[in-house]
């Protein structure tokens, strides 16, 4: 029997002697290895030999099969290691490159702005880009006469339906079918009969902010857009609030940062006043609160604005607003 | 809104400087835009004398003069007619540096050098205009330097935006009275210093009736005559330049001083050309003309009010005066006319007539009732002093019922509600009397020029504006608790968006206002008309993302940009039923054109293809996770290629289209690649969504899969068979991919071959080769038998 596997051995390392590569070794492994192979057929013989030596047999098959296994195994290592040199890859070569799904610049800040308020306990609300006269201007303290509708030059539809000149429309919907308390931003897109230049765009959007609740005040006004200010540009950011006018808050106010890009020490963008103006806000007028069915005896709020436009445009010191909306991809690429 | 630095001087003693004064103003809601001086800088420019002039050998008009200064005497080529020996002029030496920045060198004038000029003022900034150099009226000491003399009479204009609630503010006096305010400063009166020389009584020359009180409460006139008419003095010239007035003559510049000074409109007509000795105010009838003062003849809008002699309209009140009783170099006898007009009827006639004045612009805004007096009486006062005028006595004042001063209640604790502030009664009530309020018992009595004044929230704004608003607390922020509901359309946008990003494909953002023509491409019915446009490029609403999607596709390929794969997510318009606002549903737009992956070393070009949108399509809808959608084959798109379009239905809404845009639309945008797009409407889309998903056991046995391939007519549909397969397989059958698709050599005329991979699971147990084979072939019976198929060999 020891010959049966002497045998085996022999012309195992024999054959072995002559392989030059990881194909010449299979052959080798199925003769020898194999499920049918020299050595599991081997094992078939066991039931030939007397009861007492088959134990013996067993054993030293298996430490023939463990043997040449490891024999095998080393020298596929060597192969693999050799093969691994032989094909060796230029690693500086580009990958293969997915289109990258980018975000416009634009709606990236808008997003910025809504996660700031979001994280500040507002909700988010929207409304119609056509709108009626009634929700652009009567609601909001503007009669036909009044003398601030020439602030914003309107592009009409008809006479009483229009394209919306702010966001704040938003705000009279929201008060007609949610009670107070009311903590919400509504972003969108607002029209103007602008001729489109450097800095003035016929459409450029909006967020609008309102807060009402009981003991509502101006305080909380200027907290709130100290945080806003704090969060967008950082923590040295300066909040300046100007008095002003707007017909559907009283009091009104503007409100200014830091100039950005002179830290407010005045340059060329802030005409050296060392800060940029932003946007309105105001504690809600009465006549606002009444058009939309909200006790003024009872509640106060605040509202504010603020053009995404705008705060993009200084963000990535952009000074032409007319590039967001040509989307040029070696634009867009940069974000 | 104009003024100048020392005209508000004349009204209030205070020492803050002009940008002091203008940041005082700002921070109090008057907004400063800028602040000019009057005197520009210049340097190197001295006193100097013209020793001798003579004339130049070389050059009828020129001469070489001698300029003595305190150093030097220079030799100077000058071209004015009035230089002559003796005058002490403003002498720019060589180096000197002028306000318009031009810098004196030596020169050399047809050959004869110069050294240096003579300058006018309109070379020092200090007149538009000038005949010729300027000769100092004095003796001055030779050498100093002229920019510091002038300095001491320098003035600044400050511009100030007035808000439309702030019609108090369109004068001088105005925000003389803010100013007062603002420095702790008081008011002075404007001196008005009038003789009334004429024996005559106004009340005897002429008569005034108003019949429409609504739209003017009050009027007032005065005669003046024997009007001189020449030009106003030049203090009066350069004050009015300086707040944007251009001088006429005498009498339109004293009106317009007035008004800058007061802000109260007047109007001069020519006494003679004043028929019937009267003055009826009443308002227009539909279809009435009048010629203005500018030769226009013009429609008036019904009511509007209109000033009118015993025979016909004078003028249209408040707006502008009439041609036919303009003042003229002729005129001299006067009728002055100073009134109150009803804002709201102002602003309507204004806008109807799109005519805005300076009085329509300060009537609309609101004036004072109070000022017609003062204004008229100031006026005539100017006439006799600067037009040797003689006034007669009197005045015409109608004033049926004199407006009240509105009264507020001071209500202490509502002011500090609204402010988040504890200031006591007596600040409050300094603040507001700083400003000309009055205050008593409890009661704030408005005067008559605040006419933005009524309510406490108004009250609460003047005393915040007058303390600062950078002196007002504010809370820091912390998070209110509020209960607040679901941003659900925001988080539903946002779920698309995001999966759109994750496809890889790039946001863009289009324009919503577009050309008639391009809204049309899609969409059968009328595009929402803007009444008004911009320009005829933004002439509708876009009734499809697709119109600025292929703009910017076109822009880009313009560029050399070719690999393009967009998606945007806006709103669309629907057409106008004439009363409801029109449908705006939010759409999601995709594009492409050029390479279906970027090209590289090892990445053939290939360019996108029907199947590529289409991928695209399913790729998003399945991650929906909608299974209630269907795929149909459309033909109804016309701007998309019939035989390259489908759409996407569930239920009975169609979602939307996809496939290859028709080189029409695309010729359109001068776009000569192919380009593929589908655009759906969220607004349906969202409808469908499933969000209370629970999920499905992953299955613990192993799958089967076999492999077919059909013969089938070339006209059978891949869908058809798919489903057919999948309807008739068995309950095992779990899935079935086409994974081969071919016609050609080896298959006979008409037909292709469609492979099939089909795909057996069980959720109990492993599934035996045997019983998959019997399931497998027979449906492979089934299908041969349904479509008339055979076998691919
Ligand atoms: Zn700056």
Redesign the pocket.
Request: charged share 0%; aromatic share 10%; glycine share 28%.
């Given at each position: 029997m020891n010959e049966i596997i002497e045998k085996i051995r022999s012309e195992f390392f024999e054959a072995i002697k002559n392989v030059k590569s990881a194909a010449d070794l299979e052959p080798i492994r199925i003769k020898f290895l194999g499920r049918k192979g020299l050595v599991s057929t081997s094992f078939d013989r066991i039931a030939e030999l007397p009861k007492e030596q088959r134990p013996l047999f067993g054993k030293a098959l298996n430490e023939l099969k463990r043997e040449l296994e490891n024999a095998y195994q080393n020298l596929q290592g060597d192969f693999k290691k050799q093969q691994a040199k032989q094909v060796q890859l230029d690693l500086t070569l580009p990958g293969r490159k997915p289109f990258a799904g980018r975000k416009h610049p634009l709606l990236k800040v808008a997003d910025e702005i809504k996660q700031i308020f979001v994280s500040l306990g507002f909700t988010i609300e929207d409304g119609p880009e056509v709108e009626t006269d009634f929700y652009n201007f009567e609601a909001l303290n503007i009669p036909k006469t009044h003398p601030a509708r020439d602030m914003q030059d309107t592009l009409y539809i008809t006479e009483d339906i229009l394209l919306r000149t702010h966001t704040s429309p938003v705000q009279i919907r929201v008060m007609q079918r949610q009670k107070p308390p009311i903590q919400m931003i509504a972003p969108g897109r607002v029209y103007r009969r602008d001729t489109p230049d450097a800095s003035h765009s016929p459409f450029f959007h909006q967020v609008e902010g309102l807060v009402v609740d009981k003991g509502i005040t101006f305080a909380d006004l200027k907290g709130v857009i100290q945080a806003f200010a704090h969060r967008m540009f950082g923590p040295d950011i300066k909040v300046r609030f100007r008095p002003s006018f707007f017909p559907f808050t009283e009091p009104s106010a503007e409100y200014d940062f830091t100039?950005v890009?002179?830290q407010?020490?005045?340059?060329r963008?802030?005409k050296n006043t060392?800060w940029?103006e932003i946007s309105g806000a105001g504690m809600v007028h009465p006549n606002v609160f009444k058009a939309a069915g909200v006790d003024p005896e009872k509640y106060t709020g605040y509202a504010f604005g603020m053009g995404i436009d705008r705060i993009a445009m200084i963000k990535y010191a952009i000074d032409d607003i007319r590039i967001f909306f040509e989307n040029d991809v070696r634009f867009l690429n940069q974000f | 809104m104009k003024v100048t630095y020392r005209w508000l001087k004349e009204f209030v003693d205070f020492k803050e400087t002009p940008q002091e004064i203008a940041n005082l103003l700002t921070e109090a809601g008057l907004e400063v835009e800028e602040i000019i001086p009057l005197v520009k800088p210049f340097d190197g420019v001295v006193v100097g004398k013209v020793l001798e002039v003579q004339k130049h050998p070389n050059a009828d008009k020129l001469s070489v003069c001698k300029v003595q200064t305190n150093e030097e005497t220079y030799q100077v080529i000058c071209g004015a007619p009035n230089v002559a020996a003796g005058q002490f002029v403003p002498f720019a030496m060589v180096g000197a540096r002028l306000p318009n920045g031009m810098k004196i060198k030596k020169a050399k004038i047809r050959g004869v050098e110069s050294f240096g000029m003579i300058c006018s003022k309109e070379e020092l900034g200090l007149e538009h205009h000038s005949d010729g150099i300027w000769a100092f009226e004095r003796e001055l000491s030779l050498g100093e330097d002229v920019y510091s003399i002038l300095k001491d009479e320098q003035d600044w204009i400050i511009d100030i935006a007035i808000t439309p609630n702030r019609g108090d503010c369109l004068s001088v006096y105005g925000i003389a009275r803010e100013v007062a305010a603002l420095t702790g400063n008081p008011l002075k009166e404007i001196t008005i210093d009038l003789k009334e020389q004429l024996p005559e009584k106004t009340a005897d020359i002429i008569k005034i009736n108003i019949h429409d009180a609504d739209g003017c409460p009050r009027y007032a006139g005065r005669v003046i005559r024997n009007v001189k008419i020449g030009p106003s003095p030049g203090w009066m010239q350069k004050k009015l330049e300086a707040v944007g007035f251009r001088p006429i003559n005498n009498i339109v510049d004293i009106t317009n001083y007035v008004l800058a000074e007061l802000g109260h409109p007047l109007h001069a007509f020519d006494l003679k050309q004043i028929k019937g000795q009267q003055i009826n105010v009443r308002a227009s009838k539909p279809g009435d003309l009048f010629v203005t003062l500018d030769d226009k003849e013009r429609k008036l809008p019904e009511n509007t009010v209109m000033i009118c002699d015993a025979e016909r309209p004078v003028a249209i009140g408040g707006i502008m005066g009439g041609q036919n009783s303009e003042v003229s170099d002729q005129t001299t006898d006067i009728l002055l006319e100073s009134a109150y007009f009803k804002p709201e009827r102002i602003a309507m006639a204004s806008k109807k007539l799109g005519l805005s004045t300076d009085a329509s612009q300060r009537f609309e805004r609101g004036a004072d009732p109070e000022n017609v007096i003062r204004a008229i009486n100031y006026a005539a006062a100017l006439m006799e002093q600067l037009a040797g005028a003689q006034v007669a006595k009197g005045i015409v004042d109608v004033y049926p019922q004199p407006l009240q001063q509105k009264k507020i209640p001071l209500n202490v604790e509502k002011i500090n509600k609204i402010l988040g502030t504890d200031f006591d009664q007596k600040t409050i009530r300094q603040k507001l009397e700083s400003i000309q309020l009055k205050v008593e018992a409890d009661q704030v009595i408005v005067p008559t020029f605040r006419h933005d004044l009524s309510l406490v929230e108004d009250l609460a704004e003047e005393v915040a504006r007058l303390v600062n608003y950078s002196n007002l607390p504010a809370k820091k922020y912390t998070t209110t608790f509020y209960e607040m509901p679901v941003s659900e359309l925001e988080n539903r946008l946002q779920y698309f968006r995001n999966e759109m990003l994750s496809l890889g494909l790039q946001e863009i953002f289009t324009q919503s206002m577009v050309r008639r023509a391009e809204a049309q491409a899609f969409t059968e019915d009328e595009p929402l008309a803007i009444k008004n446009p911009v320009s005829d490029d933004m002439a509708v609403m876009r009734p499809s993302l697709f119109t600025g999607m292929l703009k910017a596709v076109s822009h880009n390929l313009n560029r050399n940009n070719k690999d393009l794969h967009f998606f945007e997510i806006g709103r669309i318009f629907g057409s106008f039923d004439g009363i409801n606002l029109p449908d705006q549903p939010y759409s999601l737009g995709v594009v492409i054109t050029g390479n279906r992956q970027l090209p590289g070393w090892n990445v053939p070009e290939q360019a996108v293809d029907f199947y590529d949108i289409k991928g695209y399509l399913e790729t998003f809808l399945g991650k929906l996770f909608l299974d209630n959608y269907q795929i149909i084959l459309y033909d109804k798109a016309g701007y998309m290629v019939k035989g390259q379009t489908i759409a996407v239905k569930i239920k009975e809404d169609l979602i939307g289209v996809c496939g290859k845009f028709t080189e029409e639309v695309c010729h359109a945008f001068e776009i000569e690649k192919e380009v593929f797009g589908f655009e759906l409407n969220l607004d349906l889309l969202q409808k469908y969504l499933v969000f209370d998903r629970k999920y499905q056991p992953v299955p613990r046995f192993p799958y089967s899969e076999r492999d077919v391939a059909f013969l089938v007519d070339k006209d059978v549909l891949a869908a058809e068979v798919v489903e057919f397969v999948q309807k008739n397989g068995g309950f095992l059958l779990k899935s079935v991919e086409i994974f081969d698709v071919y016609q050609g050599p080896n298959i006979p005329q008409g037909k292709r071959s469609l492979g099939l991979r089909l795909r057996y699971q069980s959720a109990e147990r492993t599934l035996s080769d045997k019983e998959v084979d019997q399931y497998f072939q027979q449906i492979i019976n089934k299908t041969i038998k349904h479509f008339s198929a055979s076998l691919r060999n």
């Open positions: 100039c890009f002179c407010g020490q005045g340059c963008v802030c060392g940029m | -």
